[in-house]
């Protein structure tokens, strides 16, 4: 991928902290962690499970070794994904550590994630690749990061003739992801949050 470099395993703390200091008042993340004060840490230890999971089962680009941004990648076949075995294993060690370090709260994260995920499949049930996400440091945000984490990989997947999809919660982003050809198919409140999200795919 030109100019991007894949994250390295030794690159995952501090990514982690890279993307809470990111996500820190982003609405999904307030919806998770409503605690002010320990929001910070959660959000860290579920970007570790996250970016520790798309490691392996998918991709994880960085901007440089400076960790400008982040952008976390993944190959989705629904049909297939529930019988990997090795996956399905993986990812139940990684949630036995993640419940350890949030505790209840991660009660919430399921419940969330679970119907994200629902409506990502209802809307597109064919192998498609998923922008799990996507975060600039605050440092370094307006300065065209995330434009160079994301083209790359747009260009790859257009040579492969799949779709793409994303979701995002925060408005202003909708021109910004259609800007790179993203259509909305869906926009929908999150039960018992007041996240709203829109649901986009790039055909």
């Known amino acids: 991928m030109d100019n991007l470099f894949r ?6 703390d501090p990514a982690a902290k890279v993307l809470a200091r990111a996500f820190e008042n982003d609405t999904l993340f307030n919806a998770y962690f409503p605690d002010l004060t320990m929001r910070v840490e959660q959000i860290y230890h579920l970007m570790k499970y996250c970016l520790r ?30 019988k990997d075995k090795p996956r399905s294993l993986f990812a139940k060690w990684l949630i036995f550590r993640l419940e350890v370090a949030l505790g209840e ?9 679970d ?25 370094f945000q307006g300065k065209g990061y995330g434009s160079k984490l994301i083209k790359p990989m ?13 979701d995002t919660n925060i408005e202003k982003n909708e021109p910004l ?25 790039r055909e």
Request: proline content about 5%; overall charge neutral.
């Open 53 to 82: 999971y798309c490691r392996k089962f998918g991709e994880v680009y960085t901007t440089s070794s400076k960790l400008e941004g982040i952008a976390l990648w993944q190959f989705v076949d629904p049909m297939e994904e529930q």
């Open 105 to 113: 709260a991660v009660e919430k994260v399921y419940s969330i994630y």
């Open 115 to 139: 119907y994200m995920i629902s409506i990502q499949y209802e809307l597109v049930p064919l192998p498609h690749w998923y922008l799990m996400m996507i975060g600039v440091d605050p440092d």
């Open 154 to 166: 747009l260009s790859r997947i257009d040579k492969e003739q799949l779709q793409c999809y994303l």
């Open 7 to 12: 994250l390295k395993r030794s690159q995952v």
């Open 177 to 201: 992801y259609q800007y790179f050809g993203f259509k909305t198919l869906k926009k929908y409140q999150i039960p018992g949050s007041n996240v709203i999200n829109w649901s986009m795919v």
